[in-house]
């Protein structure tokens, strides 16, 4: 059974960074894509970064991009999400999930099934 934790997230000041971390258990093969989510109060969840494990490909949405980096460190079963730059509206409850690759690109799959219990972020103005 795979199982994904989040961690790492806080409070920080705008224009700050942190790093959220997402450890994953149960991966039996490298064909696994790990997306990022987050969601805000009253808003929708939006995908913003994604990473293949097979090959280390990424997807940033456009509301991070320049500014969050994606990362795996095969060592530690870890995903990193390092976030720079960071914005009051980048306040939210950041998720990790994971699904199969399948040949395909980790910002093509569903992530329906496996998700971590969220971190929250914090930025203040």
């Known amino acids: 059974e795979v199982q994904l934790v989040e961690s790492g997230g806080g409070l920080v000041q705008a224009g700050g960074s942190l790093r959220v971390s997402c450890a994953a258990s149960?991966?039996?093969?490298?064909?696994?894509?790990i997306g990022w989510f987050r969601q805000a109060p009253g808003k929708e969840r939006e995908g913003i970064s994604c990473?293949?494990?097979?090959?280390?490909?990424?997807f940033y949405a456009d509301s991070v991009k320049g500014r969050f980096t994606i990362s795996n460190d095969n060592a530690k079963n870890t995903v990193y999400l390092q976030m720079n730059k960071l914005k009051p509206e980048d306040t939210a409850v950041y998720y990790c999930?994971?699904?199969?690759?399948?040949?395909?690109?980790?910002?093509?799959?569903?992530?329906?099934?496996?998700w971590g219990q969220g971190t929250l972020v914090t930025v203040s103005p």
């Open positions: 999930a994971a699904d199969k690759l399948e040949g395909g690109e980790c910002k093509e799959r569903e992530y329906l099934a496996i």
């Open positions: 149960g991966l039996s093969t490298d064909d696994y894509a």
């Open positions: 990473i293949s494990l097979s090959d280390g490909s990424t």
